[in-house]
């Protein structure tokens, strides 16, 4: 069994920064994708960013693309997400989620099999 535990949310004001991380442990392993993925109230889950076991293998929603940066650890067991610039536009519930070994990366929610509980994430004066 996988569990993810996100960390690092909290209130920032407009443009200010925060990172996030996920902590996994079970059966994961460094190939394996990790994504992100935020939920506002009254909207749907939304694709932030994905990584493989080389953040050379990376890709970004459109919304956060410059703004964020994903990344993760040698042991593929801890993923980060370094949020810049934020705005009320990224307040949200941010997930991590473990997904499968792929050659491509992975941007349909669908696709990964374990997720975390969530770590709020508000933007505001």
């Known amino acids: 069994q996988v569990r993810l535990v996100e960390s690092g949310g909290g209130l920032v004001p407009p443009g200010g920064s925060l990172r996030l991380s996920c902590a996994a442990s079970g059966r994961i392993f460094r190939r394996n994708f990790m994504g992100w993925f935020r939920q506002a109230p009254e909207k749907e889950r939304e694709f932030v960013a994905t990584?493989?076991?080389?953040?050379?293998?990376?890709y970004y929603s459109d919304s956060v693309k410059g703004r964020f940066m994903i990344s993760r650890d040698d042991a593929g067991n801890t993923v980060n997400l370094q949020m810049t610039s934020l705005g009320p536009e990224d307040t949200a519930v941010y997930y991590c989620a473990a997904g499968p070994i792929s050659t491509r990366p992975i941007r349909s929610a669908r696709a990964y099999d374990y997720w975390g509980q969530g770590t709020r994430v508000t933007v505001s004066s």
């Open positions: 990584t493989g076991w080389n953040t050379n293998m990376t």
